[in-house]
């Protein structure tokens, strides 16, 4: 069994930045890819990164150049650097993994950006 537990969300004024932190536990075998999701208050989970088992990244366009979605293998870890963030970026943030070929939730982490 895995477990995914995210760290890292708060209030921050637009502008700001936050880092998200999302740790695997339990039964990990071999590297993973992984990505980041959120949702926001009357609308669907929507894709925000990913990152491959090799590191390649993949990031939504209205978060190019403000996020940065990295990992630490060692540690089973994968983070998001949130920078410049946006009152529209306001949402419940979900870390996902895909583990031997299962796919595995956090349970979330309220982000909200307002002044």
């Known amino acids: 069994q895995v477990q995914l537990v995210e760290s890292g969300g708060g209030l921050v004024q637009p502008g700001g930045s936050l880092r998200l932190s999302c740790a695997a536990s339990?039964?990990?075998?071999?590297?993973?890819?992984a990505g980041w999701y959120r949702q926001a208050p009357g609308k669907g989970r929507e894709f925000v990164a990913t990152i491959t088992a090799g590191g390649s990244t993949n990031y939504r366009d209205s978060v190019k150049g403000r996020f940065t979605i990295s990992r630490d293998n060692a540690k089973n870890t994968v983070n998001l650097q949130m920078n410049s963030l946006e009152p529209e970026d306001t949402a419940v943030y979900y870390c996902?993994?895909?583990?031997?070929?299962?796919?595995?939730w956090g349970q979330g982490t309220q982000v909200t950006v307002s002044s």
């Open positions: 996902n993994s895909i583990i031997a070929g299962r796919s595995y």
């Open positions: 339990g039964r990990i075998d071999s590297f993973y890819a």
